[in-house]
C-alpha cells in the first residue's frame, strides 16, 4: 500500500511537472512572445530568439511609446496571417523608468535612439532589415 501510494504520488508529479514545462513552453510556440518579460533594459542577445524556417521580427519597444502600441499590433496581425512569422518583443525600458528609456542598458547595446525599432531575420537567420526599412517591410507583410 505504502508502495502505491508513493508510486501515485511520483506520477502525479511527473504529471504536474510535463504539463507544467508543456504549458511554459506554449509562448514560445506563439507567433508572437515577449522577449524579456520581467528583465526590461537589460542586455540580451536576440539572435537566441531567431528561430531557423521563420522570419523573425525583433520588436524594440517601450510601453510609453504611442506608435509602439500601433506597430505591436500590426506585428500581431502579420503574425496570425502567417505562421511562418516569429514576433518578439523586447521591452527597453527598465523597471520604474518612466518615459522611454534610451538610457537602459540595452538602448545603449543596440544604439537605440528612436522606437519602435525592427530587426527583422530572414528564414536562414540572416539579418535581411532593421530600423526603419525593417518597419516597411513589417507593414509589407500586413498587406
Do not use: W
Amino acid at each position: 500500500m505504502n508502495y502505491n501510494l508513493r508510486f501515485t504520488k511520483a506520477l502525479a508529479s511527473f504529471i504536474i511537472l510535463v504539463l507544467f514545462v508543456g504549458l511554459a513552453a506554449l509562448p514560445v510556440q506563439a507567433g508572437v512572445v515577449e522577449g524579456n518579460k520581467g528583465k526590461g533594459g537589460q542586455p540580451i542577445d536576440v539572435q537566441q530568439f531567431v528561430k531557423p524556417g521563420k522570419i523573425t521580427i525583433i520588436d524594440f519597444y517601450s510601453k510609453y511609446c504611442p506608435p509602439c502600441e500601433k506597430i505591436g499590433e500590426l506585428l500581431k496581425s502579420v503574425a496570425q496571417k502567417n505562421p511562418k512569422v516569429h514576433v518578439v518583443k523586447i521591452d527597453i525600458n527598465r523597471p520604474g523608468v518612466e518615459g522611454i528609456d534610451f538610457n537602459s542598458p540595452l538602448s545603449k547595446q543596440y544604439n537605440l535612439s528612436f522606437v519602435p525599432f525592427l530587426k527583422i531575420f530572414d528564414e536562414q537567420g540572416k539579418l535581411k532589415a532593421e530600423g526603419q526599412e525593417a518597419i516597411g517591410m513589417a507593414i509589407e507583410m500586413n498587406k
